[in-house]
Every structure is written in structure tokens, then in C-alpha cells.
């Protein structure tokens, strides 16, 4: 459909970027970026309109999103660019700029492998664009940078390289090793925004295998780059390494919601560091108010559980739910990682899998049939009688009420 439009708009249209090197990879995505040779935004007003839906511009940057409701009645986004040069002003030589500023968009790109493209209009439907060597650089499982001054532009992409890298079990090519090893010598990561880095950081903690990355990001020293409490040490790696195993486990109970990855492994990263030091992490990350709050009340309150946690009987479940349920699940999560006791482990996988969706057979108004005059009682008495089911000792739902109107 953008490709017709294309055509009726006499503007050439590509698919770019991600969506196009996980084709070529074999691998699902469904976002899709496209590029117009023209004015992208008009081009997205058209196209939004075909779709039925509703654009999101901004003309600054001359991009716009189509939000629209897809066959399968989901919200999906498109995102548009319009490939910038000047020589719009130029329409007398037109062809060859058509090409060229598909080119130079591509060029602006962080890695080959993210700056292919995918004609979409007129007869060149289909055709897929490589200025950079990417087909090659994908066979040979490489991330490359396009040229020399990349990570001088910008630096994130020393992070992106790493996050593509273990994503797709590639390798960072030898003069793009290179170059990162220069970027770092000149400290460019001290020139990014708190923000920027945070943003990079929890893009690879969401990933399937952030500890690799991890790895990666210590052998190239950007760890302490970005601060130098965040270096790793034998025992941090062990609690990153575990950290992962812990998630890799949650994620298989399909159970949401989600936790906050960055959370958890930022808990790790900062585990043997001061207070002021961790502050000074938190600060340097520029998190908000409340997530620097947030995290910091965590962290102490993970410190004093922990070992609670190892003082709990065997099978006093209800005393470990009273323990764990007030604490965040990025708070649980971690000392299940963190903890050496595998009856601790045990205990908080337990929580975690069973004790915490533990619900009664009985209600409120079950009680009110029994007579409870309403009030906040109930809500005690319904806690006691969960507790007591925790615990194994009321079964049924005539058990629990037997035990509600004790
Ligand atoms: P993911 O699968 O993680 O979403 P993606 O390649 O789609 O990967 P995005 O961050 O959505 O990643 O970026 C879309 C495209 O924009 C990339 O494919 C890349 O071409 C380009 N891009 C993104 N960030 C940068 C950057 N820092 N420098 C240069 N190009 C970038």
C-alpha cells in the first residue's frame, strides 16, 4: 500500500533498517520504518488515511508516526522519515539524487547491517539496497560501523555495537573494535547525556542475555567509563550471572507483570558500592526523582530481608509472604539471585511461583452471611484466613469458613 502510494505521489519509498536486516536474519519484527524521497509527513497524512488511522508528526526532524489498528484489531505504528538533503531544491537532477538520498540516509545509520533498504515503489518493488557490504557482513556474522567518526558522532553506538553483538551472536569487526578502543581512550562516553546511557542500559537489560553484554561492555572498560563504581569484580559477575539465570527462570512462568530489568541488574552492578557511590551511579544515569527514590529505598530494604530470609522455618510459608509481599518483584527477584542459601532460593522460587497467587475460596460477602457486622475487620480476618492456607491448615472452602468464624 505505501509502495502504490508511492507511485500515485511520485516518491520513492523504502522499508529500512531494522525490519530489513531481520528479514535477511530470518527473525521477527514487526516495526517498520520507512523512508520517503519527498516530504515524508504529507506522505504520511496519505497513507494514514488509507489505513484508517492517525499521524503523530514532527516537523523538525520531518518524520511522522501512523498509529493504526491492524487487521488483527492491535494497535500498530509506522514510523516515517523523509530522507533530508538539500538537493530538493534541485529538482532538474533529480535522478541521481533519488538514489543518493536514500544513500545518504543509510549512511547516518550506526552499523551495515541496520542500513539496508527495501524499495517499495515503482517498478523497483522488492529491490533490496546495500551501498555498505551488509549482505556480506551478516553472512560473516559481523557488526561494522560505516565509517571512521561514528562513535566520535555518537557515542551510544559503542553500546548499540555491544547490544547487536550478543543479540545475534555476530562479532564487533577488528577496525570497529578499533575504533570503540579510540572512542574510549578519548573519553567520549563522558560527553553523553546521563539519559542517553540510561536509555542504551535498559535496552540491553531488557535483552535475553545482558550478561554477556556485560562482559563485553568490562573488556572494553566502558563499565567504569560510565562510572567507576560500575567496573566488575569476580563476585559482581557471579551475582550478574546469576541475575540472569533468575530472570531466564521468571520469564518461563509467563506471569506478568513484567519486572524492570534495569532495576535488577543496576541493584547488581552497584551491590558491593557505598552509599554515596550508588547515589553518585543514579545521578550520573540522570533517573528521575522517583525512580532514584524508588531504587535507593529498595536497595535497603533487600539489605535488612536478605538475611531474615535465611531465619524463616521450613514450610512457614505464611511468614515468608508476609516477608516478601510488601517488597517490589525486581526486590525479590534480586535476592533470589542473590542469595548463597539454596533453601532461601527455594523458598522465594516458591513465592514467586505459588504462595503470592494464593487466593480464597471465601469473600467478604461470605462473612457478612455469617454475620460479620461490615468494616475493616473483614479484611483482617480474610489475611488470617489466607495465612492459614498458606500454611496448609484450611483446605476447603468450608475449612476456611470454619476457620473465619473461629
Ligand atoms: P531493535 O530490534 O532493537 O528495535 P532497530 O535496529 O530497529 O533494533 P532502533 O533503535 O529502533 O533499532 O533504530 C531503528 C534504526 O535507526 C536502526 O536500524 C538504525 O539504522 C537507526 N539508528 C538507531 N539508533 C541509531 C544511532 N544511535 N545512530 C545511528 N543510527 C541509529
Known amino acids: 500500500m505505501a509502495g502504490e502510494l508511492g507511485n500515485r505521489l511520485n516518491v520513492a519509498v523504502y522499508v529500512v533498517g531494522g525490519f530489513v536486516r531481520d528479514l535477511l ?24 488515511h488509507q489505513l ?21 484489531g492491535e494497535e500498530e505504528r509506522l514510523d ?5 538533503l538539500e538537493y530538493y531544491e534541485q529538482p532538474a537532477s533529480l535522478p541521481t539524487v533519488e538514489l543518493s538520498s536514500i544513500k545518504m540516509d543509510l549512511y547516518r545509520r550506526d552499523f551495515t547491517i541496520n542500513a539496508l533498504a527495501i524499495q517499495l515503489s515503482h517498478d523497483n518493488f ?22 571512521s567518526l561514528s562513535f566520535v558522532e555518537d557515542p551510544t553506538r559503542i553500546l548499540r555495537a555491544i547490544r547487536f553483538e550478543t543479540r545475534f551472536e555476530f562479532t564487533i569487526g577488528p577496525q570497529t573494535t578499533k575504533l570503540i578502543k579510540n572512542a574510549l581512550h578519548l573519553k567520549l562516553i563522558t560527553k553523553l547525556s546521563g539519559t542517553r546511557i540510561f536509555h542504551e542500559l535498559q535496552l540491553i537489560f531488557n535483552e535475553v542475555s545482558p550478561y554477556q553484554s556485560l562482559l563485553r561492555m568490562q573488556e572494553f572498560a566502558v563499565l567504569e567509563a560510565i562510572h567507576p563504581s560500575l567496573k566488575l569484580t569476580p563476585a559482581k ?49 540522570h533517573l528521575t526523582a522517583s525512580q532514584h527514590n524508588e531504587f535507593m529505598t529498595l536497595r535497603s530494604t533487600v539489605k535488612s530481608t536478605i ?37 532461601v532460593k527455594k523458598n522465594i522460587s516458591h513465592y514467586l511461583a505459588y504462595l503470592r497467587n494464593t487466593t480464597l475460596d471465601i469473600s467478604g460477602e461470605d462473612l457478612q452471611l455469617l454475620g460479620f457486622p461490615p468494616g475493616p475487620a473483614y479484611g483482617e480476618v480474610l489475611r488470617k484466613t489466607l495465612f492459614a492456607k498458606l500454611d496448609d491448615k484450611v483446605n476447603t472452602r468450608q475449612e476456611q469458613l470454619d476457620f473465619a468464624y473461629r
Not at 524521497?37 to 504520511?44: H, L, Q, R, S
Not at 512462568?253 to 535488577?264: F, G, S, V
Request: hydrophobic share 45%; proline share 3%; aromatic share 10%.
Open 25 to 48: 536474519l530470518g527473525r521477527k519484527n514487526l516495526d517498520l520504518d520507512l523512508v520517503v524521497e519527498g516530504d515524508g509527513i504529507a506522505f504520511a497524512y496519505k497513507l494514514a
Open 52 to 72: 484508517g488511522g492517525r499521524v503523530r508528526q514532527h516537523k523538525k526532524f520531518k518524520t511522522a508516526i501512523i498509529i493504526y489498528i491492524n487487521a488483527a
Open 80 to 84: 516515517v522519515a523523509t530522507a533530508r
Open 126 to 147: 522488492g529491490k533490496l539496497i546495500d551501498f555498505f557490504g551488509a549482505q556480506k557482513d551478516i553472512r560473516d556474522k559481523l557488526i561494522r560501523v560505516l565509517h
Open 237 to 285: 559477575s557471579h551475582l550478574l550471572k546469576e541475575i540472569e539465570k533468575v530472570l531466564e527462570w521468571y520469564r518461563m512462568l509467563y506471569t506478568k507483570p513484567y519486572p524492570e530489568a534495569w532495576i535488577i541488574y543496576l541493584l547488581g552492578l552497584t551491590s558491593a558500592s557505598k552509599q554515596e557511590e550508588v547515589e553518585s551511579v543514579l545521578e550520573r544515569l
Open 307 to 343: 538475611n531474615l530470609l535465611g531465619k524463616i522455618r521450613p514450610e512457614a510459608f505464611s511468614q515468608l509472604y508476609k516477608m516478601l509481599s510488601p517488597i517490589p518483584l525486581e526486590g525479590v527477584l534480586y535476592m533470589m539471585a542473590r542469595t548463597k542459601s539454596e533453601t
